[in-house]
């Protein structure tokens, strides 16, 4: 996009605008500075991912009243600008007392406040962390400007909730550069202070967290060997040849690609091998190369042979069970990036580049593709989890039967209720879930949290474990109760995590719903099947639990269920906690 003209980046942003399919995520953009060209670059950035987004604009400076009149929209994204608190401030504010800078900085937190709890129900604020860098630039001492950033911007971390990002704008006015990033010309005329190239790298960073709050969340990052995991080629260079160590500058970045790529697996991304070598070469280096930093235990999986690629990332999706949207694939070859790009669109082709010392940048950036709103325990074992899953795999093949497997398992599942619910990790599943996911709804922490606070509502979660290990946390259930009618339930939310399913664990956590709303004498569960491209699997899960559907539409129907008439499929090689 920085490489489109504004009028080409308009017309795009237009047509892609009127191709848009329900639901629309509505974003307030609100300020105290006009950002003129956030909002056709952001919407675009947007689009362009598939994400229906339509993004309003409040009024200038008038962000407090805005905050109360956008409340409900997806999310809101607030541009504070230190420099214009008061008008004429950037120029004026070394001539502030003492006692008229406090007197700003209280009537300002105050605000900040008042705002904040406005959007105290929205799912996602994102708000600039307040910055003096664009008027105080060449000022070698603390200027009274960034004395006031540093009190607002503790207020801002001091009362920070879990629906709310700060955003470090001084990172995009780094990387746009100071001169590039503002246009004091338009500032002066229109308070429209920083340029296109500025909203354009904002988009940028800020997009990752608009897409992860509606689900486009990527889960494995795959790599290729020769000149990707390491500099130079295996079957011609030899083993002894590569590199990846300190001892030369090519290998430092190979190095630090390495160290960045174990910093992702620590924090739940699946790291994958796609290479065309032979199998045992590459184990050999990755067990034994004194210099390797990834080893065998940090790869959820292999796909070492001479196969094409597209096939070879076909077979990984179907091995790990998740769809290729979810992969990042990274390869030095022009030929192999273009390939992945032709046959597999959805998966993000990301080439090496030729100047290595840049390769290392590259990596780091990816980071914003696996943004998740939410971190639990789940995903530092993440791999394990996966490693643990093709051992099961693999000693499935011994019973003659699925009921014999399963039975061998010893599966136990622990159900925890409303106060006890994770909420980053049930957030979380709402975000990642797609297959098993009957309605596919997103939220975000603030709205598990609303959600725990109403009488009306019952979250249940489950995790699962067997004799090869834990699981984690990985099914979720939201049920609210119809006022006035207290004997009605309706289920809002039914999912479970792809590493459990086909061990019928999801009939038994259904089961235990049943009997908890029993326990709250209610006689009638209504349900709703909402499709998505990603869920056909479960189309059917509620016509196979006995429930009745009482209507449908193009992509949803709605069922009922007395809950006198339902029957357990009576799982006996399941234990309930």
Known sequence: M???????????????????????????????????????????????????????????????????????????????????????????????????????????????????????????????????????????????LSELCNRLNSTLEDIKTSNQIIVDIDTVIAQTGLKNAVDFRHFLSAKSLYSREFCSNYARLVKPAFLAASGYVRKVLVLDCDNTLWGGVLGEDGESQLEMSESSLKGKAFQ?????????????????????????????????????????????????????????????????NLGLDSFVFVDDSEFEIGLIKKALPEVRAILVPKNISEYPELMRSLQGEFFSLSRSEEDRNKTFMYQVEQERIEDAHKFSSIDDYLSSLELNLSVLWDDEVPVPRAAQMTQKTNQFNLCTRRYTESDIERMLMDDTMCIAVFGLSDRYGDYGI????????????EKVASIDTFLMSCRVIGRNVEYIFFDQLIKRLKDKEIDRLEAEFISTPKNKQVERFYDGLGLKCIGSQKNSRQYELRLSEYESRQIDYILVN
């Not at 960045?260 to 032979?278: F, R, T, V, Y």
């Not at 280096?285 to 080893?295: F, G, K, N, S």
């Not at 990985?474 to 009618?485: A, F, L, V």
């Open 256 to 320: 630090e690609v390495q160290y960045i790529a174990k910093g992702l697996k620590k924090n739940g991304i699946l790291l994958a091998l796609c290479s065309k070598n032979n199998q045992s070469d590459v184990d050999h280096v990755i067990d034994e190369h004194p210099d390797m930093t990834l080893r065998n235990e940090d790869f959820v999986a292999k796909k070492v042979n001479w196969k094409d690629k597209a096939t070879n990332l076909i077979e990984l999706a179907k091995e790990l």
């Open 474 to 485: 990985t099914g979720m259930c939201i049920t609210s109760i119809d006022i006035p009618d």
């Open 2 to 144: 920085s490489n489109m003209k504004w009028r080409d980046i308009i017309k795009r942003n237009q047509e892609l605008g009127d191709a848009m399919s329900e639901p629309i995520k509505r974003i307030a953009l609100l300020g105290n500075v006009t950002v003129l060209h956030l909002k056709e670059t952001l919407e675009l950035e947007l689009r362009e991912e598939g994400l229906s987004a339509e993004i309003v604009v409040g009024n200038y400076d008038s962000i407090v009243q805005d905050s109360e009149r956008y409340s409900s929209c997806d999310a809101v994204l607030i541009f504070w600008e230190a420099g214009n608190l008061v008008d004429g401030f950037h120029d004026r504010y070394n001539l502030f007392s003492e006692i008229e800078l406090n007197a700003l900085t209280a009537r300002v937190e105050g605000e900040i406040q008042l705002t904040l709890q406005h959007l105290a129900l929205t799912p996602l604020v994102l708000i600039n962390r307040f910055s003096s860098k664009v008027f105080d630039s060449n000022v070698l001492r603390r200027s009274k």
